[in-house]
């Protein structure tokens, strides 16, 4: 099935550091999302972009929607040690209403 | 509290043994899905439900049913595990029928042996 090219696949980095991270797609989307993983738990939703071009933020979390349709970015600021976690983008494509998810990034934080 | 519950959070099950993998929401969301997660290949969906009695395939369907008998439930169903089906499941919930901006559940860890 499809999925999503999500770089890097892990990153190690100092506390304080900003992070980039993106995904990449072949086929367009409607709709970009960005989530978080914790240990054991769920995806949580961090952002929801509903337009080509769109720059959203939450809190030290900014993701925007590619021009294209077909890529979205992630950038945190100022990492801090709670930022541990695997970053999921997901494309969502409102004509099938399937949901494409990229293969994650692990994000590790040194104090 | 709102929320997606998923049960059970772990099961081990034989191969071949029917089993089913509730899941609710007491959100009055629409849009209903699940998941398998392995290593390496993030999240797959299985199938979603965009409103009652409706269902549709996600990427990997093989092996799995569901139903939408009601809105605040969706069950997967394995009828015949097989070691393939190992995996971690989540459950997720969207208010509207689009989809977007999902609500998972705690995970289900299956191991068919």
């Known amino acids: 099935g499809q999925q999503l090219n999500q770089s890097p696949q892990s990153m190690f980095i100092q506390e304080g550091e900003d992070v980039s991270m993106n995904c990449t797609s072949s086929?367009?989307?409607?709709?970009w999302l960005w989530y978080k993983q914790d240990p054991g738990e769920g995806p949580v939703l961090l952002i929801a972009l509903y337009k080509a071009g769109e720059l959203t933020s939450n809190g030290r979390l900014t993701a925007q929607f590619g021009i294209t349709r077909k890529d979205s970015f992630l950038n945190i600021s100022a990492s801090i040690p709670s930022d541990v976690g695997i970053y999921f983008c997901?494309?969502?494509?409102?004509?099938?209403?399937?949901?494409?998810f990229g293969t994650g990034t692990r994000l590790k934080v040194l104090a | 509290e709102a929320q997606v519950t998923q049960n059970p959070r772990y099961l081990i099950t034989v191969t071949g043994k029917k089993l089913t993998v509730t899941c609710s929401q007491n959100m009055n969301h629409e849009y209903m899905s699940w998941y398998r997660q392995d290593p390496g290949l993030g999240l797959r969906q299985i199938y979603y439900?965009?409103?009652?009695?409706?269902?549709d395939k996600g990427d990997v369907p093989e092996g799995y049913k569901v139903s939408r008998k009601e809105k605040r439930n969706f069950p997967l169903i394995l009828e015949s595990p097989s070691p393939n089906q190992t995996s971690l499941y989540f459950c997720a919930s969207s208010p509207g029928t689009s989809g977007r901006e999902a609500f998972f559940g705690q995970g289900t860890r299956l191991t068919v042996v």
């Open positions: 439900s965009m409103n009652v009695e409706v269902t």
């Open positions: 086929s367009i989307f409607n709709t």
């Open positions: 997901a494309g969502l494509n409102q004509g099938t209403y399937k949901y494409i």
